[in-house]
RNA sequence: GGGCCGCUAGCUCAAUUGGCAGAGCAACUGACUCUUAAUCAGUAGGUUUCGGGUUCGAGUCCCGGGCGGCUCACCA
């Protein structure tokens, strides 16, 4: 028999001794008058205005136990915190007593007592009575270490929230991140919508998708990789605002800033362009991270990152210029752009189109610099077939990334509202696939979306779009280098 | 997909040139009336990720598999 057979052998023998005794393990209900926070407010409360201490009852998790011959010391945690329970084994009724002797790290307990202060000034619960809720069959991670095993630890998320009290906190955090962008738009005219996940075909973005199969239809979906063209149907519909927070799927690579489903915030706003989303993104994203962190200024790795508005604006075709030393502008084919790339030395993947060239150059050249938040602004048309021109300008489109700890965190554009322009767009995408260009990524978006198309030949408004990435916008806020620490259950392969 | 690294008791970690697999916590038995990483005495606990190979002898060396981490590639 292993260890953790006979550990379990060993609480299951207490579950049966327990039952014999005529005591339910896992009882429907529990008395509770308190949570452990409230119970030390109360003391705080007791203490200030003299008041005799109430009973009261507390329920939670036992995190310690420390028995100390005729006392016991016990460690009591809830979600809203710790508290000790005080136990004089003398006044502890029969049951209570077989209970005491019993009980494992683990277990769930209802204690009644007094609140009141041991003589160490630990607030406690001198408990007279304790009530079992829930038995645990199996042994915690230790106490000083907590769990280490990073696999562990996203594999049985459970155990790692238990045994690491931070991990909770960047998790609460999350939950706040995304609560203070739905009341920010809420209260900004926007209405929350829901969109498809399962599409006959996946547009918004270029990325492979996932693809599964409708058994009565009897046909394909792709789960969506952005909720894009969707929100945009709602905007020609006539709501002039609208948002979406939910899940996108890309079949890609995993890595420190890449999980398989991700978490996207998208909006439009009709009669807006991309000037004012830039606005909104702004002033958003700093009054969420002063909400959650605390302060414009947040560390994050080796920095200190400032979101005081306003940030900083940086015309993309200049910042490649200074940093990468090549004006894009000076070479308007895939041809000659890939040969002045060629002759100062960078290595590229030569089946890379002009778009995905400059992309290469921002990514390498202008990224890594870009730790305080950013706008970088005006993007070349190559790499944006949903924006719109800038006015005069055939070349570049009205579009910004908003980056900071390197990290693009949002994308936004006066959204193409010209169908034939759009067509026009889709076509050439096409076109250039299968001419190659991306042959090793012909599973991308190989399909129009026809009916977008027709929805614009309805007319769209003038509008500004906008998408956040969701986890990397916690990443900053929680000082996390790796997107699964702000996932809660992050992709992995199955085990054995 | 490539490269590098990791996997030893439930948890956190040791193990010298290839030479008897160990400690702390957790568990079990006992002592203890103010502990909070309680302390003290004792007990038990191992297919060293899996499968091969070399060797008198493998946690350690070699080959292959699994899972994970970092990184590169990929990623509008």
Same mark, same amino acid.
């Given at each position: 028999?292993?260890?953790?057979?006979?550990?379990?052998? !060993?609480?299951?023998?207490?579950?049966?001794?327990?039952?014999?005794?005529?005591?339910?393990?896992?009882?429907?209900?529990?008395?509770?008058?308190?949570?452990?926070?409230?119970?030390?407010? /109360?003391?705080?409360?007791?203490?200030?205005?003299?008041?005799?201490?109430?009973? +009261?009852? +507390?329920?939670?998790?036992?995190?310690?136990?420390?028995?100390?011959?005729? @006392?016991?010391?016990?460690?009591?945690?809830?979600?809203?915190?710790?508290?000790? @329970?005080?136990?004089?084994?003398?006044?502890? #009724?029969?049951?209570?007593?077989?209970?005491?002797?019993?009980?494992?790290?683990?277990?769930?307990?209802?204690?009644?007592?007094? *609140?009141?202060?041991?003589?160490?000034?630990?607030?406690?619960?001198?408990?007279?009575?304790?009530?079992?809720? #829930?038995?645990?069959?199996?042994?915690?991670?230790?106490?000083?270490?907590?769990?280490?095993?990073?696999?562990?630890?996203?594999?049985?998320?459970?155990?790692?929230?238990?045994? =690491?009290?931070?991990?909770?906190?960047?998790?609460?955090?999350?939950?706040?991140? *995304?609560?203070?962008?739905?009341?920010?738009?809420?209260?900004?005219?926007?209405?929350?919508?829901?969109?498809? +996940?399962?599409? &006959? #075909?996946?547009?918004?973005?270029?990325?492979? &998708?996932?693809?599964?199969?409708?058994?009565?239809?009897?046909?394909?979906?792709?789960?969506?990789?952005? /909720?894009?063209?969707?929100?945009?149907?709602?905007?020609?519909?006539?709501?002039?605002?609208?948002?979406?927070?939910?899940?996108?799927?890309?079949?890609?690579?995993?890595?420190?800033?890449?999980?398989?489903?991700?978490?996207?915030?998208?909006?439009?706003?009709?009669?807006?362009?991309?000037?004012?989303?830039?606005?909104?993104?702004? =002033?958003?994203?700093?009054?969420?991270?002063?909400? +959650?962190?605390?302060?414009?200024?947040?560390?994050?790795?080796?920095?200190?990152?400032?979101?005081?508005? &306003?940030?900083?604006?940086?015309?993309?075709?200049?910042?490649?210029?200074?940093?990468?030393?090549?004006?894009?502008?000076?070479? &308007?084919?895939?041809?000659?752009?890939?040969?002045?790339?060629?002759?100062?030395?960078?290595?590229?993947?030569? #089946?890379?189109?002009?778009?995905?060239?400059?992309?290469?150059?921002?990514?390498?050249?202008?990224?890594?610099?870009?730790? =305080?938040?950013?706008?970088?602004?005006?993007?070349?048309?190559?790499?944006?077939?949903?924006?719109? =021109?800038?006015?005069?300008?055939?070349?570049?489109?009205?579009?910004?990334?908003?980056?900071?700890?390197?990290?693009?965190?949002?994308?936004?554009?006066?959204? /193409?509202?010209?169908?034939?322009?759009?067509?026009?767009?889709?076509?050439?995408?096409?076109?250039?696939?299968? !001419?190659?260009?991306?042959?090793?990524?012909?599973?991308?978006?190989?399909?129009?979306?026809?009916?977008?198309?027709?929805?614009?030949?309805?007319?769209?408004?003038?509008?500004?779009?906008?998408?956040?990435?969701?986890?990397?916008?916690?990443?900053?806020?929680?000082? !996390?280098?790796?997107?699964?620490?702000?996932? @809660?259950?992050?992709?992995?392969?199955?085990?054995?």
């Amino acid at each position: 028999m292993s260890l953790v057979e006979r550990i379990a052998q !060993q609480r299951l023998d207490k579950l049966t001794e327990l039952r014999s005794r005529g005591i339910d393990p896992y009882p429907p209900r529990c008395k509770r008058s308190h949570t452990n926070a409230e119970a030390v407010a /109360l003391l705080l409360k007791q203490e200030q205005e003299s008041i005799e201490p109430v009973e +009261v009852s +507390v329920a939670g998790r036992v995190i310690a136990n420390r028995d100390i011959g005729k @006392l016991a010391f016990i460690n009591l945690a809830d979600g809203s915190g710790k508290i000790q @329970l005080f136990i004089n084994k003398s006044l502890l #009724s029969p049951d209570s007593s077989a209970l005491l002797k019993d009980l494992d790290i683990g277990d769930f307990i209802g204690a009644s007592g007094k *609140v009141i202060r041991t003589r160490t000034g630990e607030p406690s619960i001198g408990a007279g009575e304790i009530t079992l809720l #829930s038995k645990s069959l199996q042994p915690l991670p230790e106490k000083w270490h907590g769990l280490q095993d990073t696999e562990k630890r996203y594999r049985q998320r459970y155990v790692d929230l238990i045994a =690491n009290p931070e991990v909770k906190e960047i998790f609460r955090k999350r939950s706040r991140v *995304v609560t203070g962008i739905r009341s920010y738009l809420d209260s900004h005219d926007f209405l929350e919508v829901e969109t498809p +996940v399962l599409q &006959p #075909s996946a547009g918004g973005a270029l990325a492979r &998708p996932f693809i599964t199969h409708h058994n009565a239809l009897d046909c394909d979906f792709y789960l969506r990789i952005a /909720l894009e063209l969707h929100l945009k149907r709602l905007i020609v519909g006539g709501f002039d605002g609208v948002y979406e927070i939910g899940r996108v799927f890309r079949n890609e690579g995993i890595d420190t800033k890449h999980n398989p489903e991700f978490t996207m915030m998208e909006c439009y706003k009709a009669y807006a362009d991309y000037n004012d989303i830039m606005r909104l993104v702004e =002033n958003m994203i700093s009054t969420v991270v002063k909400d +959650v962190a605390g302060d414009y200024k947040i560390p994050f790795g080796d920095d200190i990152l400032d979101f005081t508005p &306003p940030w900083k604006r940086i015309d993309l075709r200049q910042a490649v210029i200074d940093m990468a030393g090549i004006d894009y502008d000076k070479f &308007p084919d895939t041809a000659s752009l890939a040969a002045e790339m060629r002759g100062k030395g960078i290595q590229f993947d030569p #089946s890379r189109d002009r778009g995905r060239l400059i992309d290469d150059l921002l990514s390498t050249f202008v990224e890594p610099t870009l730790k =305080n938040p950013t706008f970088m602004v005006n993007y070349p048309i190559d790499m944006s077939p949903l924006a719109k =021109n800038r006015p005069g300008d055939a070349h570049t489109v009205e579009r910004f990334e908003a980056y900071a700890g390197c990290m693009e965190i949002a994308n936004a554009f006066s959204e /193409l509202n010209d169908p034939e322009e759009q067509e026009r767009r889709f076509a050439g995408q096409l076109s250039n696939r299968s !001419q190659g260009a991306c042959s090793a990524r012909d599973e991308e978006t190989e399909t129009i979306d026809e009916d977008f198309i027709t929805a614009l030949e309805y007319g769209m408004p003038p509008t500004g779009g906008l998408g956040v990435g969701i986890d990397r916008l916690v990443m900053l806020i929680t000082n !996390q280098q790796s997107i699964r620490e702000v996932i @809660l259950f992050p992709a992995l392969k199955e085990k054995e």
